[in-house]
């Protein structure tokens, strides 16, 4: 059977591969270009599981988000050359798409198929790592930031007792300003309130550790020795509080502070509800 040119275009079109190799193909199946595109899929698949052993730590993190819901979805790749690719691009889009309708927290076998048939496309190995959906409730504002060409994603959720308050530029800018901090800073915790005890009493025991190795704690008050605990306590949560550390736009503030002021610009109080990060390989 003669194999032409248009059938040879047709069937890249469809798998992506080589027109050496849809000729082959065509070649192998006696023109079935049906048998042709199954036989280029198996040979993509065996090609991707080759590589499974190989790490997967670049990738991007798809967003699709609105003012009151916003979806991620993190698929790793094994080179940031084909993270940039167009077919992987909008297979992540696709995706995000459809965790933003459907409100997932979790892959579904749909989702990790469309990830495998990319995969067998490209022959490189994929992976969706992660898909999570918030919404915002009454009275409240999702804003999402995307950073380093995708290689971050944040959300946050910020409440008004004045919902009104919420459609004002300059509080839509304010939340975005909290977004692009979650994405500089990774806070561990939304306040000390929200931080398991356990976790808390664990590095206060390690600090403790520290100090009994110091040899400039010797000889010092056990009250003093508190007193340096709690100081070195209070330094760390303050790292890692999102309330408590310092301002992305004006380290003279922290983010609680900034937040009342923006608030009383607004006419109205401010608070944040929740925040999410996602970062690739993360």
Do not use: W
């Amino acid at each position: 059977m003669t194999i032409t040119a248009q059938d040879v275009k047709a069937l890249r079109e469809k798998t992506g591969a080589g027109p050496m190799e849809c000729k082959k193909a065509l070649e192998e199946t006696n023109g079935d270009a049906l048998a042709a595109e199954k036989l280029l899929k198996e040979k993509g698949l065996a090609a991707v599981e080759k590589r499974a052993g190989r790490a997967a730590n670049e990738g991007k993190v798809f967003i699709k988000a609105d003012a009151k819901k916003a979806a991620f979805a993190e698929i790793a790749t094994e080179t940031d050359f084909v993270a940039r690719n167009p077919d992987f691009t909008a297979m992540g889009e696709k995706i995000a798409g459809i965790v933003y309708e459907k409100g997932l927290q979790e892959p579904t076998e749909e989702l990790v198929g469309f990830v495998t048939d990319i995969a067998v496309k490209i022959r490189e190995k994929m992976e969706l790592k992660r898909v999570k959906c918030v919404s915002a409730g009454s009275g409240e504002l999702v804003e999402t930031y995307s950073h380093g060409d995708g290689k971050i994603g944040v959300a946050v959720i910020v409440a008004s007792d004045k919902p009104d308050a919420l459609l004002k530029p300059e509080v839509k800018e304010f939340a975005h300003d909290l977004a692009l901090h979650v994405a500089a800073f990774n806070p561990t915790a939304l306040s000390r309130d929200s931080i398991d005890p356990g976790f808390i009493k664990e590095q206060s025991d390690i600090f403790l550790a520290q100090m009994s190795q110091d040899p400039a704690m010797e000889g010092k008050p056990d009250k003093v020795k508190a007193g340096i605990l709690q100081g070195k306590l209070n330094k760390y949560l303050t790292s890692i509080c999102f309330l408590d550390q310092a301002f992305v736009k004006d380290d003279k503030l922290t983010v609680a502070k900034a937040l009342d002021e923006a608030g009383k610009k607004a006419g109205a109080k401010l608070s944040i509800k929740a925040y999410s990060y996602l970062k690739v390989g993360a």
